[in-house]
C-alpha cells in the first residue's frame, strides 16, 4: 500500500508561484498514475493534473494549462506541481493522487490560498 506525503502550499497573492511536492512511500507498481486533485468545501474533487509513469505528457485541466506544470523524478518516487501566475480561483486544497493496478491512494492535502 502506498502512503503519500505532500508538501509546499501556502499564501501567495495572484500572480505569484508556489511548487507542491509529493512523495510516495510503502508498496506500490512501477507502472502507475500520478498527479494532483484539489478541492473546495461544498465542491466536488476535481483533476488538476496527472501523469502515467510510462508517459513523457501530462494531462491537464483547462483551467490550469498553460500556468501548470506536473513532472515525476522517478527515482525519488516524487512528483511535483509547479503552479505559476497563481489565481485566486486556484485557492483550493490540493491532494496528491497515486493509482496502480492494487488501488486508488491519496496525500492528506495541503492548503493553496491565493489573494487578490
Known amino acids: 500500500q502506498a502512503q503519500l506525503e505532500e508538501s509546499g502550499g501556502g499564501l501567495v497573492q495572484a500572480g505569484e508561484s508556489l511548487r507542491l511536492s509529493c512523495t510516495a512511500s510503502?508498496?506500490?507498481?512501477?507502472?502507475?498514475?500520478m498527479g494532483w486533485y484539489r478541492q473546495n468545501p461544498g465542491n466536488e474533487r476535481e483533476l488538476v493534473a496527472t501523469?502515467?509513469?510510462?508517459?513523457?505528457?501530462?494531462n491537464y485541466a483547462d483551467s490550469v494549462k498553460g500556468r501548470f506544470t506536473l513532472f515525476r523524478d522517478k527515482t525519488k518516487n516524487t512528483a511535483y506541481l509547479q503552479m505559476n501566475s497563481l489565481k485566486p480561483e486556484d485557492t483550493a486544497a490540493y491532494y496528491c493522487y497515486l493509482r496502480d493496478a492494487r488501488g486508488n491512494y491519496w496525500g492528506k492535502g495541503t492548503q493553496v490560498t491565493v489573494s487578490s
Open positions: 510503502g508498496t506500490f507498481s512501477s507502472i502507475n498514475t
Open positions: 501523469i502515467f509513469s510510462l508517459s513523457i505528457t501530462p
